[in-house]
């Protein structure tokens, strides 16, 4: 058995790499427990061509400014790695991997962290595990008989894979818009969502999506009228390769199919689309089942919070799950000051 430390932070990715930045500058003792082999978080599993959607200095996390890589406007995932790995390293934190956490218990006035490599004692958690290992795929009628392949936007990589096939692109979010952007060179083409898809202003990137999700969350907390935060400007950031399908007339969405057939897909109308594969872009689930021993979860899977402080447990703090952890928590800008907020709680209850 470890510890007890003063705090155990579950996941090193960017989220938790944050946690750890404040929790150094507080002098707090603590360990940074990771799931992956290598630094990066889950920046290291994506597609090929993903390119971040802010500019490089607008996508840092505290206290270290990501270095623009000439002739990018907006950094490659595979320079996020670099990046992550570069801020563990200076910061000299105290990752251990790889580490997968299997529950947290209460253990009298600890917590207590089971891993495959030990128990950890400690006066309070940081749950940063992100969303990544939780893809979400809608129970569609007949999915199970589709006799291609389905895969979801986690195991997608690059075009090349589906040169020449009939791929279906699920999803109206900005996963969705990529890959659809990024097959339909390559490959025949069919992109369903379930609305029109809402394209924000070309020139709106991550920074304006941090500052409207920001006053959202200071008008919901002031008592004001709830302005929308990033759901009221649309769905999709326009970066360029999205840009430059679009106004070639290549991206031309279709309304979301009823039902899978063993060959592809078929309309209430009628309408069918054949198929060599189907890629889900339909999102994720906080990933929160080590945390079920502490009996937590509310509705819709989340555990109610006050900022990140889980309510049935002050000792927890959740950070990086989205805006119910924190304004745009769930990015490399905005998961800063909620990190900083979770700190200093944990300092003052510890005091």
């Not at 603590?30 to 889950?42: E, M």
């Not at 952007?181 to 390559?186: H, K, N, S, T």
């Not at 929308?228 to 991206?251: E, H, M, Q, T, Y």
């Not at 309309?267 to 502490?294: K, Q």
Request: aromatic share 8%.
């Amino acid at each position: 058995m470890r510890g007890p430390l003063d705090v155990v932070v579950i996941g090193g990715g960017q989220a938790g790499l944050a946690a750890g930045y404040h929790l150094r500058r507080l002098g707090l003792d603590f360990a940074i427990l990771d799931v992956q082999p290598t630094p990066g978080g889950a920046w290291q599993h994506t597609w090929d061509s993903l390119h971040l959607f802010s500019p490089a200095a607008f996508s840092s996390l505290p206290g270290r400014l990501m270095a623009p890589k000439p002739g990018e406007t907006y950094p490659a995932a595979a320079h996020v790695v670099g990046y992550l790995a570069d801020y563990e390293q200076r910061y000299e934190l105290p990752v251990h991997r790889p580490v997968r956490v299997a529950g947290v218990h209460h253990d009298s006035e600890f917590l207590r962290v089971e891993t495959d490599s030990g128990t950890w004692l400690a006066r309070a958690v940081i749950s940063a595990t992100g969303t990544w290992s939780r893809p979400f795929v809608p129970a569609v009628p007949g999915r199970m008989s589709f006799q291609g392949a389905q895969l979801h936007t986690v195991e997608y990589r690059s075009p090349h894979d589906f040169a020449g096939q009939r791929v279906i692109v699920v999803g109206g979010g900005n996963s969705g818009a990529q890959i659809a952007a990024d097959l339909v060179y390559d490959a025949e083409l069919t992109w369903v969502t379930l609305r029109e898809p809402r394209y924000l202003a070309d020139d709106i990137d991550g920074r304006a999506l941090f500052d409207h999700a920001t006053a959202r969350r200071r008008a919901l907390d002031e008592g004001r009228t709830d302005t929308g935060g990033v759901a009221s400007l649309g769905d999709i950031v326009a970066v360029p390769p999205v840009r430059a399908a679009r106004n070639a007339g290549l991206l031309k969405a279709q309304p979301m199919f009823d039902r899978i057939t063993p060959t592809g897909t078929a309309w209430a109308d009628g309408m069918t689309a054949e198929a060599d594969a189907i890629i889900w872009c339909t999102g994720f689930r906080p990933a929160l089942s080590h945390l079920a021993p502490l009996s937590l979860r509310g509705p819709r899977g989340h555990i109610p919070t006050t900022g990140t402080q889980a309510i049935g447990e002050p000792r927890l703090h959740l950070l990086g799950y989205g805006d119910w952890t924190g304004p745009a928590s769930a990015t490399l800008i905005g998961v800063g000051r909620p990190a900083r907020e979770a700190a200093r709680a944990i300092s003052a209850l510890l005091r």
